[in-house]
C-alpha cells in the first residue's frame, strides 16, 4: 500500500514517520521517502500504519 503523507518537509521527518511505522508489529515498510511511504501487511497492519503516522504528527491518505 501507498500512503501519501501531508507534512513531511525534511529528512527528519522521513526518520520520524520510519521510526512511527516500524513500530507496527508486522508491517512490512518498503520505502519511506518525502511525502510518501509504501508498506506491506494484512487490513489491520494497515490501519495501525495510517494511525502511527497521524501519531507522528503527519497527516496519512491512501494514495491511488
Given at each position: 500500500?501507498?500512503?501519501?503523507?501531508?507534512?513531511?518537509?525534511?529528512?527528519?521527518?522521513?526518520?520520524?514517520?520510519?521510526?512511527?511505522?516500524?513500530?507496527?508489529?508486522?508491517?512490512?515498510?518498503?520505502?519511506?521517502?518525502?511525502?510518501?511511504?509504501?508498506?506491506?501487511?494484512?487490513?489491520?497492519?494497515?490501519?495501525?500504519?495510517?494511525?502511527?503516522?497521524?501519531?507522528?504528527g503527519?497527516?496519512?491518505?491512501?494514495?491511488?
Amino acid at each position: 500500500m501507498t500512503i501519501a503523507i501531508e507534512g513531511m518537509h525534511s529528512a527528519a521527518c522521513e526518520k520520524r514517520v520510519r521510526m512511527a511505522l516500524q513500530q507496527v508489529a508486522g508491517l512490512q515498510v518498503r520505502e519511506v521517502a518525502l511525502g510518501s511511504a509504501v508498506v506491506d501487511g494484512d487490513a489491520e497492519q494497515r490501519a495501525a500504519a495510517l494511525k502511527a503516522i497521524e501519531r507522528a504528527g503527519y497527516q496519512p491518505h491512501i494514495a491511488a
